[in-house]
């Protein structure tokens, strides 16, 4: 079968690729082009459209950048024409992907969404366009299936990608000595800082975690760079505060931290899975936008998926305003310091783990898909 993949930023790519590897597994004829990225590509397949040209991320990036988003939805439209794919899988990225999806079905074609995007939490009345343009949602969080069903829209919870991903992790066995002597780091306790994937985001919460940096001396920080992302951003934002970026060893790092220092976003369950206490922070847009953000436009009590799917505050979550190098760094302190803190922590990491069940999720999804194509 033919096969039209859509995954607009690093993560995307990365589950997106271990769905065509399990697709392939299962149909010797699978064939791909996509909007992705290098992981998608070594599965095989035409690249259309890196999503490195397609990740902008606030109101102004957006806005400065519609004539490249233009011609992204046309080059889109256009290739789903010319390919007529027995499927088109969008994964995630909503801005982009649910416009496609109404494309797609104007042209009588099947569409399967793999991870939802979060309508449960921003712009909830995207749901009516999930239920007339999407064939079939494939869902990684529990609690994505009852919002749905509010809705009278079924969904397929698969399991969660994050789960696969940590149990096949590389270097699982490797000790802090031989952590900090790889990447050439002095012998002291690490605290890791897990700043997003996004330039934008990047630029708003790493000044902040920065500053907290100089409050603990006993500890050495260390940045998680992102995939998408250059030494020279990191530069540009640090200025004189000196603090080492690793690329490409996000999950190493956390396994040997003693605390972590968190943007909101699947970090928060990576770091839980690792059993990392963290300090979970977010910064938007600045100015009347930002400061409305929490209040006008999130539906949910939280916005870390720790504590959404736990169903309460497990970590201390400091959004927008809240998110002060103060009181980062004095729910830092409580971190490291009160073990009985921690470990209410910790626990509260093992229920939401128990919720999110098996590794298999991209298996699943794949067999699923398969199995409901071949039932048309």
Same mark, same amino acid.
């Given at each position: 079968?033919?096969?039209?993949? +859509?995954?607009?930023?690093?993560?995307?790519?990365?589950? *997106?690729?271990?769905?065509?590897?399990?697709?392939?597994?299962?149909?010797?004829?699978?064939?791909?082009?996509?909007?992705?990225?290098?992981?998608?590509?070594?599965?095989?397949?035409?690249?259309?459209?890196?999503?490195?040209?397609? *990740?902008?991320?606030?109101?102004?990036?957006?806005?400065?950048?519609?004539?490249?988003?233009?011609?992204?939805?046309?080059?889109?439209?256009?290739?789903?024409?010319?390919?007529?794919?027995?499927? =088109?899988?969008?994964?995630?990225?909503?801005?982009?992907?649910?416009?496609?999806?109404?494309?797609?079905?104007?042209?009588?074609?099947?569409?399967?969404?793999?991870?939802?995007?979060?309508?449960?939490?921003?712009?909830?009345?995207?749901?009516?366009?999930?239920?007339?343009?999407?064939?079939?949602?494939?869902?990684?969080?529990?609690?994505?299936?009852?919002?749905?069903?509010?809705?009278?829209?079924?969904?397929?919870?698969?399991?969660?990608?994050?789960?696969? &991903?940590?149990?096949?992790?590389?270097?699982?066995?490797?000790?802090?000595?031989?952590?900090?002597?790889?990447?050439?780091?002095?012998?002291?306790?690490?605290?890791?800082?897990?700043?997003?994937?996004?330039?934008?985001?990047?630029?708003?919460?790493?000044?902040?975690?920065?500053?907290?940096?100089?409050?603990?001396?006993?500890?050495?920080?260390? +940045?998680?760079?992102?995939?998408?992302?250059?030494?020279?951003?990191?530069?540009?934002?640090?200025?004189?505060?000196?603090?080492?970026?690793?690329?490409?060893?996000?999950?190493?790092?956390?396994?040997?931290?003693? *605390?972590?220092?968190?943007?909101?976003?699947?970090?928060?369950?990576?770091?839980?899975?690792?059993?990392?206490?963290?300090?979970?922070?977010?910064?938007?847009?600045?100015?009347?936008?930002?400061?409305?953000?929490?209040?006008?436009?999130?539906?949910?009590?939280?916005?870390?998926?720790?504590?959404?799917?736990?169903?309460?505050?497990?970590?201390?979550?400091?959004?927008?305003?809240?998110?002060?190098? &103060?009181?980062?760094?004095?729910?830092?302190?409580?971190?490291?310091?009160?073990?009985?803190?921690?470990?209410?922590?910790?626990?509260?990491? *093992?229920? =939401?783990?128990? &919720?999110?069940?098996?590794?298999?999720?991209?298996?699943?999804?794949?067999?699923?898909?398969?199995?409901?194509?071949?039932?048309?």
């Amino acid at each position: 079968m033919k096969y039209f993949i +859509i995954a607009g930023e690093a993560s995307g790519d990365l589950h *997106a690729s271990h769905l065509m590897r399990e697709l392939k597994k299962v149909d010797n004829l699978a064939s791909f082009s996509f909007f992705g990225g290098e992981l998608m590509a070594q599965e095989g397949g035409i690249l259309l459209k890196h999503y490195r040209e397609m *990740a902008f991320m606030g109101l102004f990036p957006v806005l400065f950048n519609l004539s490249k988003i233009r011609r992204n939805f046309k080059l889109a439209e256009q290739k789903l024409v010319e390919i007529q794919p027995d499927v =088109v899988i969008l994964v995630d990225y909503p801005g982009f992907n649910l416009p496609i999806a109404e494309f797609a079905k104007s042209k009588g074609l099947k569409v399967f969404y793999y991870i939802s995007p979060k309508i449960w939490a921003w712009k909830t009345k995207r749901v009516y366009k999930v239920k007339k343009f999407v064939d079939e949602m494939f869902t990684i969080f529990p609690f994505e299936t009852k919002f749905y069903s509010k809705y009278n829209y079924q969904v397929r919870f698969v399991g969660n990608p994050t789960i696969d &991903e940590l149990s096949n992790r590389p270097n699982q066995q490797e000790s802090f000595s031989e952590f900090i002597l790889r990447n050439r780091l002095p012998k002291k306790p690490l605290i890791a800082l897990l700043a997003g994937s996004r330039r934008q985001e990047i630029k708003k919460i790493l000044p902040v975690l920065a500053e907290v940096s100089r409050r603990f001396p006993d500890y050495q920080f260390v +940045i998680a760079g992102a995939p998408a992302q250059n030494q020279q951003l990191y530069n540009e934002i640090l200025g004189e505060i000196s603090i080492p970026v690793v690329f490409g060893q996000t999950y190493e790092l956390l396994q040997q931290s003693t *605390a972590a220092l968190v943007a909101s976003g699947t970090a928060t369950l990576e770091t839980a899975f690792l059993n990392v206490p963290q300090v979970v922070c977010y910064r938007v847009e600045s100015g009347l936008l930002g400061v409305t953000l929490r209040y006008l436009l999130v539906k949910i009590p939280y916005f870390s998926l720790v504590n959404l799917i736990g169903g309460r505050e497990i970590v201390k979550e400091l959004f927008q305003y809240e998110c002060t190098t &103060e009181a980062v760094s004095s729910e830092l302190e409580k971190i490291l310091n009160d073990s009985q803190y921690r470990k209410n922590m910790l626990t509260g990491y *093992a229920e =939401v783990l128990a &919720e999110l069940g098996e590794p298999g999720c991209a298996e699943r999804a794949a067999n699923k898909m398969i199995e409901l194509l071949s039932s048309y």
